[in-house]
């Protein structure tokens, strides 16, 4: 019998005119090309032509331990060989059961329970999901509203970019979402005519309680927020009040509180999540991803009260899963990134680096026409960029400032992570988040060559006719 000759793919698989592999889409920012990853170990990474590279941003605040940490390979091997897959409907896992104990005996009071997930987004999906269900089980069913703050960034799949406050996100994807109401993130740096940054974060506040009442509260499920910010805010910290009125707000109106800590969790902070120095103002929910996999296998979790999940299983559980979910392999490396993580103490190290790493960058600040601002929390840190620190005047959306930064970077053999919000519309930052392993030494490393690639740009700008205020 002949066969019917199988329909071709026309494109020959190789490479593409840059070198390229052709079959993927993928398209780096800028659309440089990137070299080819190799090997990692610790803070650096080496490319297939044998340079060295250090991640000063832990991949995308993800790589918490640094690369290659032989414990986290081996219980990744270890469950592996054991049972690399199993599905939570037929199995528990040792490996499930162990990362909920030891994720809710970190977590501080209120959160006793975890749902395991595959990574940020889905994490705010399914908290997202189990609020709705909760105010249903609770006969609160007309509450769906989630407020969500602008600028965020909650996630890329449609329910989580729903709650997102991206402008530029809204305008290509918002007709196919039910987009969210947005309240104001409470700048500290750049803050309206009039403001001081305490004065703006209690008007931000506030905003929140005006959105609620003119949605009806009654139609209000949550407000969700980064407690420290991620690249959406650059390191956003509010003052402590901030984070009590909101507290205090969602209470009176029956409004859950989400933190997200996708970024800010897993020990970012110096605290295993941000919310621990907020002792004030404690999440009904928190989601979690990045760093409590630390990159060694995707996982996120959502972090909830014992009472809520009581009663949305008593009305039949949750409806919501993935086939993915409490992954027994993503569980098994969570387990023990979380156990390296607290034996060697890198929650107290996160704090003692991250005020090396503050103080640098101040230096750095003090010595640079263009960075404006240093914030943030622990080794959760950012650097804001301007044309003039005198009156905060940003260098030219166009000049695409951070992703030029990166390139620079690059070339001196120092990864930066790099997104921009809103095309920039809020300011431009970066992010200087190196794993919590980092030492004093790889900080000076770090900040040496930012520096030198902050001077680079300065260059650049002055050579392209942006005025720089040089003081
Ligand atoms: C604060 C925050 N929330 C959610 C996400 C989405 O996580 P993921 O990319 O794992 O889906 C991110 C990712 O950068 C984030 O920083």
Request: with cysteine; glycine share 10%.
């Amino acid at each position: 019998m002949s066969r019917a000759a199988a329909p071709q793919n026309t494109d020959t698989p190789g490479r593409d005119q840059r070198g390229g592999p052709v079959q993927l889409f993928y398209t780096p920012a800028g659309g440089q090309r990137r070299p080819t990853i190799d090997r990692a170990e610790g803070l650096y990474m080496w490319d297939t032509e044998g340079r060295r590279y250090i991640d000063a941003c832990s991949g995308p605040v993800a790589s918490n331990l640094g690369h290659g940490n032989p414990r986290v390979i081996e219980a990744l091997v270890d469950q592996a060989r054991r049972a690399s897959f199993a599905f939570p409907a037929a199995f528990e896992s040792e490996a499930n059961a162990a990362l909920g104990d030891l994720v809710a005996s970190l977590a501080g009071p209120g959160l006793e329970r975890a749902f395991f997930v595959s990574g940020g987004s889905e994490a705010n999906e399914s908290a997202i999901k189990l609020a709705r269900q909760y105010a249903v089980a609770k006969g609160e069913g007309q509450r769906w509203k989630v407020i969500g703050r602008l600028p965020s960034y909650h996630g890329a799949t449609l329910g989580a970019l729903a709650v997102t406050g991206d402008p530029a996100a809204e305008e290509l994807f918002g007709p196919m979402m039910k987009l969210m109401p947005k309240v104001p993130a409470p700048f500290s740096y750049r803050v309206p005519e009039g403001y001081t940054a305490e004065t703006w974060a209690d008007e931000a506040a506030e905003a929140l309680d005006r959105e609620i009442l003119k949605q009806g509260p009654e139609t209000v499920l949550a407000f969700i927020m980064e407690p420290v910010g991620g690249l959406s805010t650059g390191a956003l910290v509010a003052p402590d009040a901030y984070y009590r009125r909101v507290r205090e707000i969602c209470n009176r109106h029956g409004v859950l509180l989400i933190y997200d800590e996708i970024m800010s969790g897993a020990g970012r902070t110096g605290s295993f999540l941000a919310a621990g120095h907020l002792p004030d103002a404690r999440p009904d929910l928190v989601t979690l991803a990045k760093g409590i996999s630390a990159g060694y296998a995707p996982l996120g979790a959502v972090l909830a009260p014992r009472d809520m999940v009581a009663l949305v299983a008593e009305r039949g559980g949750f409806a919501h899963g993935y086939t993915y979910f409490s992954n027994p392999l993503s569980c098994a490396v969570g387990l023990a990134v979380v156990r390296e993580m607290l034996d060697q103490d890198l929650m107290a190290n996160a704090q003692r680096m991250g005020a090396v790493l503050r103080e640098r960058l101040s230096t750095l600040m003090s010595r640079s026409p263009i960075v404006g601002d240093v914030r943030g929390k622990g080794l959760l840190m950012a650097i804001e960029l301007v044309a003039d620190k005198q009156t905060k005047a940003m260098i030219p959306v166009e000049r695409m400032a951070p992703y030029r930064v990166a390139d620079l970077a690059l070339e001196r053999g120092l990864i930066q992570y790099v997104r921009r919000t809103a095309n920039g519309i809020y300011g431009d930052w970066l992010m200087v988040t190196p794993p919590l392993i980092v030492t004093e030494a790889q900080i000076d490393e770090v900040v040496g060559i930012l520096g030198d690639c902050l001077n680079a740009l300065a260059a650049e700008l002055r050579t392209a006719g942006v005025a720089l205020g040089e003081t």
